[in-house]
């Protein structure tokens, strides 16, 4: 408060003694009294405050809905008449508050919360959130804001904390985009096709007419005096590699389509989910770059070691060191974020695939047939290729009638509003849909009320449950 308003009442106060009026020494004494009070209360009220976010799950299934609890603690004897908290939420999910109003600045949503708090007293409120949006979401800055309890002045002060929610994308059955139900890559004689790994060598056996010269066993033949040939160990896995073609597709108005891109992951994350479950080894690569909020405000022990021997070197050439370090870090950040998984079959394996294609962003990176090219020679022998792309160009055919050569089987799954592409020799082409089909596959989740679960009916008029996802 203002000095003038304790020499005001000060003045009230000693007036009242050289008049001996009672009521002035009163007003006076009041006056007093309520300018302390608010100092106290505007100095005290947000110290020993604590203001935490707490999540059910941190990495949750595309459509599920998660608990959201926001917490706050008095730990002093100074009562808070209100405290109002406002916290920056992400603006593509859906909350069951309506105390959630959009910020016009910075294009997030503000959940909003008044409190009155004892002494020593928590309070927790808990809200219920849809994951309907695939990618990282951020929690923060919240806003703290209170005064006294006569509303004269207030004091506000910001938490920097931010927390991170991972949405998986959505993963539908194949069929729901229109691909064949039992082989949509092609069909099989066997369920299972037996390979031969070159690599591992578990016997010998006599030479039979056919064999390949490379077969031959030359030590085994020299001890038998007779023809001997290899016997490698069998493998049962099928191989098939993603390759994913992530590019911000704009029209004649520069207006970016983020359904087709969320089309083409959800696509890519059906089909490794579709062929982890029919025991492929799955891997994916990617023309883009990962977004990984959470790791970008610090520097790991072994960045901040090679920073300093940087330095060291460079000795009195400070800027020097700075641009080599600038370079460092984007290298290092970059090789962190590239989307390279080789191919495996475990389970963790499900877990990377999902979590890079939530982290997935739209980024202006290298031409997929770049990438299809770059890894065409470290293709396991017999793997089906499939290509995932919103755009064919001269040069992607090129490169995919390379692979095709090179003995792998290719699909092409086509994302876009317009006209499926030409069939291809010896390429499978199939066209998923475009904004229209990601909207129906979404609808599901988004017309309910958050709290409740979607169901679509079935052929024969039943209530089914969507599927939510894949399950970790």
Known sequence: MSKQWYYIS????????????PLLLVIGLLGLLVVGMADIWINYCLRNLRYTRQFSERRVLFGEDITLSLSVENAKLLPLPWLEVED????????????????LTTNRALLENLFSLRWYERVTRRYTVRCTARGVHSFGPATLRSGDVFGFQHREETMGDRQYLLVYPLVVPLTRFGLPARYPFGDYQTPRRILEDPSRVIGVRDYTYGDEL??????ATARAMKLQSKVYQPTTTYTLVLFLNVMAQMDVWYGFH???TELSICAAASVADWALDHGYAVGLYANTVMYMPELS???SAAEVQAFSTIEA???GQGATAREHNVDAVIAEQLKRRRIHLPPASNEEQRKRIMETLARIQTYFGNAIEDVIRTERSRLPAGATVVVVTGTISE????T???VRQSGHAVTLLFVGDGPAPRKLAGVSVYRLGGESTWQELVAGYTRMPVGTTPAEEDADGTRQPLPAGFRL
Request: aromatic share 8%; proline share 6%.
């Open 214 to 219: 490379r077969r031959v066993h030359w030590k």
């Open 313 to 315: 070197a460079a000795g």
């Open 88 to 103: 920056s939420v992400p603006n593509s999910l859906s909350f069951s508050d309506p105390r959630v109003r959009i910020s």
């Open 395 to 398: 040069a992607l055919l090129e």
């Open 258 to 260: 983020p359904e087709l």
């Open 400 to 402: 995919l009638e390379r």
């Open 10 to 21: 000060l003045l009230i106060f000693l007036i009242s003694f050289l008049l001996r009026q």
């Open 297 to 299: 405000t610090s520097l």
